[in-house]
């Protein structure tokens, strides 16, 4: 195996120009909402009471969120809400894929933006949660102040052929090579049809040991260097079993969406006069950087940034700087 070990590295070392994250918070109200007769989602506000409000969105599908998730705000300023999208994280019931789609999910943005009286607020998505943002702001563009946009996926079939297929394991051959084998052969053709296939197999054991291998695969891919710390998350059984299997049934399903449909030019209009952010890694194999390019190239009047020296990570150094630097732009919105 390739030593991951820091002194490895030829570019170790933090700038010390660049920003930190916010001190942890924790959350001062929390709760649950029933959203149809399947599915409950979990919501924290954190930050401060009355301030402005924004909607974090998570990736995956699938991923949940966690106590980082809320310290790209200045806690002085934002009121933020968090919340574990249809069967990830402590939402209910978990890994569901009944009525689980992409507008599902916007159609909960809007209830939860309904439910806590909210006019407008800032919406901030990367990965995964980029698309989403990119789908409700197209829907509501009244009810979306400003974007701040991270790692862009549109959904596109050569973006999921690109990781899921042939691509990405040009440059992590390695690890590719984990996540193939435990295809047979015969169905190497399509893996993320083999892989689907097994995520909803009848035997939890076949489902969860298909979940490890997807979410190693892309835990391992992650960041510009890898990263052990999140190869291991791969082990926590109900977070890969959550993770994979929705990803899994968005991607197989297309997100229920024509291909490049978030790109079309008469949805970027609903969405081109809000103020936006874009940031992406130039080695971020997950969501590769020719996505948002083919954003900005459509979408000029969004800032845009293409970070030299990151992968995928919404923590790599030089992304995370940007996102806070454009939290603290949009302050001036309020």
């Known amino acids: 195996m390739p030593d991951y070990a820091a002194s490895a590295r030829s570019l170790e070392g933090h700038k010390k120009a660049l920003r930190q994250l916010y001190p942890p918070i924790d959350p001062y109200e929390s709760g649950r909402l029933k959203v149809d007769d399947t599915h409950e989602l979990y919501w924290e506000w954190c930050g401060k009471p009355g301030g402005v409000p924004v909607v974090f969105l998570h990736g995956g599908p699938g991923g949940g969120v966690g106590p980082g998730d809320r310290r790209w705000f200045d806690p002085q300023h934002y009121r933020v809400l968090c919340f574990d999208q249809r069967g990830a994280g402590r939402s209910t019931p978990p890994a569901e894929l009944k009525n689980n789609t992409t507008w599902d999910l916007v159609a909960d943005i809007e209830k939860l933006r309904a439910k806590f009286g909210i006019d407008r607020w800032l919406v901030f998505g990367g990965s995964w949660g980029s698309t989403l943002a990119l789908a409700y702001a197209q829907q509501h563009p009244d009810r979306v102040v400003a974007l701040v946009l991270r790692g862009i996926f549109t959904l596109r079939k050569a973006e999921l052929r690109f990781f899921y297929q042939d691509g990405a394991g040009h440059m992590f051959p390695e690890m590719f090579q984990a996540y193939r084998e435990y295809i047979p052969e015969r169905e190497r053709a399509d893996l993320m049809k083999a892989y689907y296939k ?17 979410s190693t695969w892309e835990n391992a891919t992650s960041n510009l260097y890898v990263d052990p710390d999140a190869i291991a998350r791969g082990d926590d059984d109900q977070w890969a ?5 929705i990803e899994a049934h968005f991607f197989i399903n297309n997100g229920w969406m024509k291909d490049g449909q978030l790109l079309e030019a008469r949805n970027i209009d609903r969405i081109r006069s809000i103020p936006a952010v ?31 020296d990151a992968g995928h990570s919404a923590r790599e150094p030089g992304i995370a700087h940007l996102l806070l630097e454009a939290t603290d732009k949009f302050r001036s919105l309020s």
């Open 278 to 308: 874009i940031v992406q890694g130039r080695y971020d194999v997950v969501c590769p950087a020719a996505t948002a390019w083919n954003l900005h190239e459509r979408w000029p009047e969004a800032q845009f940034h293409l970070v030299p």
């Open 241 to 245: 079993l959550q993770f994979a299997r």
């Open 198 to 214: 097994r995520l909803t197999h009848k035997d939890p054991q076949v489902r969860l040991d298909a979940a490890r291998r997807w």
